[in-house]
């Protein structure tokens, strides 16, 4: 059974780069896209992008400038690169996988990490 | 992109049926039936509980449905009950090539 665990610092200065990683197990990383996707404390959801096992890429278009998806497939893992933080990129970041069952892949994601909460502060 | 549009909170008795509304744009939820609910728990990540608008995941109840006219969709939890309490989100597939999310809703069972 596919798991994901994210990992990073939990405390990143204003102006810095937030970066994080997830880790895969249980399963390949080929044929899937992989997603990191945010959640401000007491807020909704907010997509950030996507990558593909190949490496494409898509991303927010509110975030685009300051984002960077990157992903090892030799080490089962894909990351996250937030430039220029600010506290409103105080959240919880959760790296999930999007659904695929039985060779067809939908735009939803069935998989996630259970998410690491990263503080922007001085 | 702008996010869908959710009600803050609905609320429903046992054994009621609720429905929570998500409200988009002719580039996201009315151009497209890719449609996708999400229940998250407290302090949990969000579980997948309806997809492409109507298509339930393997394990999720059939208490649980979804169904869309123009540029709203709209997810049904008929026969409530306790566990049900917590927050759902709507997502949809962009002209963009990109996904959006709701702001959420909080289901209270009372």
């Known amino acids: 059974q596919v798991q994901l665990q994210e990992s990073g610092p939990g405390l990143v200065k204003p102006s810095e780069t937030l970066s994080l990683t997830c880790t895969v197990s249980?399963?390949?990383?080929?044929?899937?896209?992989w997603t990191w996707i945010r959640q401000p404390p007491g807020k909704g959801l907010e997509w950030i992008g996507y990558?593909?096992?190949?490496?494409?890429?898509s991303y927010n278009p509110s975030l685009k400038s300051r984002v960077t998806i990157s992903v090892d497939t030799s080490k089962s893992e894909f990351s996250l690169k937030l430039s220029s933080v600010t506290a409103a990129d105080t959240a919880v970041y959760y790296c999930?996988?999007?659904?695929?069952?039985?060779?067809?892949?939908?735009?939803?994601?069935?998989?996630w990490g259970q998410g690491t909460r990263v503080t922007v502060s001085s | 992109q702008s996010a869908l549009t959710q009600p803050a909170s609905v609320s429903g008795s046992p054994g009621q049926s609720i429905t929570i509304s998500c409200t988009g744009s002719?580039?996201?939820?009315?151009?497209?039936?890719?449609v996708s609910w999400y229940q998250q728990l407290p302090g949990k990540a969000p579980k997948l509980m309806i997809y492409?608008?109507?298509k339930r995941p393997s394990g999720v109840s059939s208490r649980f449905s979804g169904s869309k006219s123009g540029y709203t969709a709209s997810l049904t939890i008929s026969g409530l009950q306790a566990e049900d309490e917590a927050d759902y989100h709507c997502?949809?597939?962009?002209?963009?090539?990109?996904?959006?999310f709701g702001g959420g809703t909080k289901l209270t069972v009372l």
């Open positions: 999930a996988r999007r659904y695929c069952i039985s060779g067809s892949c939908y735009d939803a994601f069935d998989i």
């Open positions: 249980g399963g390949s990383m080929s044929n899937y896209f």
């Open positions: 990558i593909y096992y190949s490496g494409s890429t």
């Open positions: 002719n580039s996201d939820v009315g151009g497209y039936n890719y």
């Open positions: 492409d608008v109507t």
């Open positions: 997502s949809s597939y962009t002209s963009s090539s990109t996904m959006v």
